[in-house]
T-cell receptor, first 111, second 113 residues
Framework: QKEVEQDPGPLSVPEGAIVSLNCTYS??????FMWYRQYSRKGPELLMY????GNKEDGRFTAQVDKSSKYISLFIRDSQPSDSATYLC???????????FGQGTRLTINP | SQTIHQWPATLVQPVGSPLSLECTVE??????LYWYRQAAGRGLQLLFY??????ISSEVPQNLSASRPQDRQFILSSKKLLLSDSGFYLC????????????FGPGTRLLVL
């Protein structure tokens, strides 16, 4: 079993829809949770960073962490074609030198 | 602000040729540095990471090596490339001693023929 599981998709939704992206994990020591967005042929860029449980909102993006269920989510409201990209979740424990990444979900927003 | 550079952006090399990819970081001191490979449609595979000059940790034994000759310079090398070395190579940095977030460079696309 992988430490982090993420459905690779692809996921295709119409413009304006609410998108939900998810990752599950098995290591209860994980405390730091990140979402990266990667456009085709580009390096991943940090989108959201959350420590421990709870929600964090930034514009149209909301990151949610449920440590009791070992489940994290990224919600995109009013999705735009420019949101079409691969979204990677990543996480680590305190003091860890490395991040553990999900496989990434490829998302397409159709105009 | 911090900036990370990678070059070249694209590289086409014959099988058996050597490889040298370079990554440099500006605007920070003593960062942790990372090399990843991403195969088409796949996730990120950590290859090497470094917490200081001359300190290299290898994650996956393979045809590649890494070196860190200066504080903000990280080099990925191979003596003889294999077809399976093709992929998208990403360098990343992280603040040492705090902060778990990694920041990625633009990547190098390597095609071995």
């Amino acid at each position: 079993q992988k430490e982090v599981e993420q459905d690779p998709g692809p996921l295709s939704v119409p413009e304006g829809a609410i998108v939900s992206l998810n990752c599950t994990y098995s290591n209860s020591a994980f405390q730091y949770f990140m979402w990266y967005r990667q456009y085709s042929r580009k390096g991943p860029e940090l989108l959201m960073y959350t420590y421990s449980s709870g929600n964090k909102e930034d514009g149209r993006f909301t990151a949610q962490v449920d440590k009791s269920s070992k489940y994290i989510s990224l919600f995109i409201r009013d999705s735009q074609p420019s949101d079409s990209a691969t979204y990677l979740c990543a996480m680590s424990g305190r003091g860890a030198q490395k991040l553990v990444f999900g496989q990434g979900t490829r998302l397409t927003i159709n105009p | 602000s911090q900036t990370i550079h990678q070059w070249p952006a694209t590289l086409v090399q014959p099988v058996g040729s050597p490889l040298s990819l370079e990554c440099t970081v500006e605007g920070t001191s003593n960062p942790n540095l990372y090399w990843y490979r991403q195969a088409a449609g796949r996730g990120l595979q950590l290859l090497f990471y470094s917490v200081g000059i001359g300190q290299i940790s290898s994650e996956v034994p393979q045809n590649l090596s890494a070196s860190r000759p200066q504080d903000r310079q990280f080099i990925l090398s191979s003596k003889k490339l294999l077809l399976s070395d093709s992929g998208f190579y990403l360098c990343a940095w992280r603040l040492a001693g705090g902060g778990e977030t990694q920041y990625f460079g633009p990547g190098t696309r390597l095609l071995v023929l």
